[in-house]
Nanobody
């Protein structure tokens, strides 16, 4: 069982930056792929990016590549999403998720989810 808690969302102007955190419930997420999804009302949850179970590789959706960076702490209890050059279209609720095994891009492949944190980018 992995419990996840996101934090760090908020309101920022276009071009600004935010850093989201996803904390595992006091345990390491070693062996789990950790990812970020985002969702806006009326739309399906969209894969943003993730970090592999080894922590050695990261993957990003084309829409955020070059602007967002995913990292994890050495203890593998917290994952971060550094978001730079934010655009209004990045406005969404951001969720972290975890699965044992490789990164997948479909929400249905993930069993463990955080509660989400709102990111709003004003133009």
């Amino acid at each position: 069982q992995v419990l996840l808690v996101e934090s760090g969302g908020g309101l920022v102007q276009a071009g600004g930056s935010l850093r989201l955190s996803c904390a595992a419930s006091g345990r390491s997420f070693s062996g789990y792929a950790m990812v970020w999804f985002r969702q806006t009302p009326g739309k399906e949850r969209e894969f943003v990016g993730g970090i592999s179970r080894s922590g050695q590789s990261t993957f990003y959706a084309d829409s955020v590549k070059g602007r967002f960076t995913i990292s994890g702490d050495n203890a593998k209890t917290t994952m971060y999403l550094q978001m730079n050059s934010l655009k209004p279209e990045d406005t969404a609720v951001y969720y972290c998720a975890a699965r044992a095994g490789r990164i997948k891009t479909a929400p249905s492949d993930y069993l463990f989810w955080g509660q989400g944190t709102q990111v709003t980018v004003s133009s």
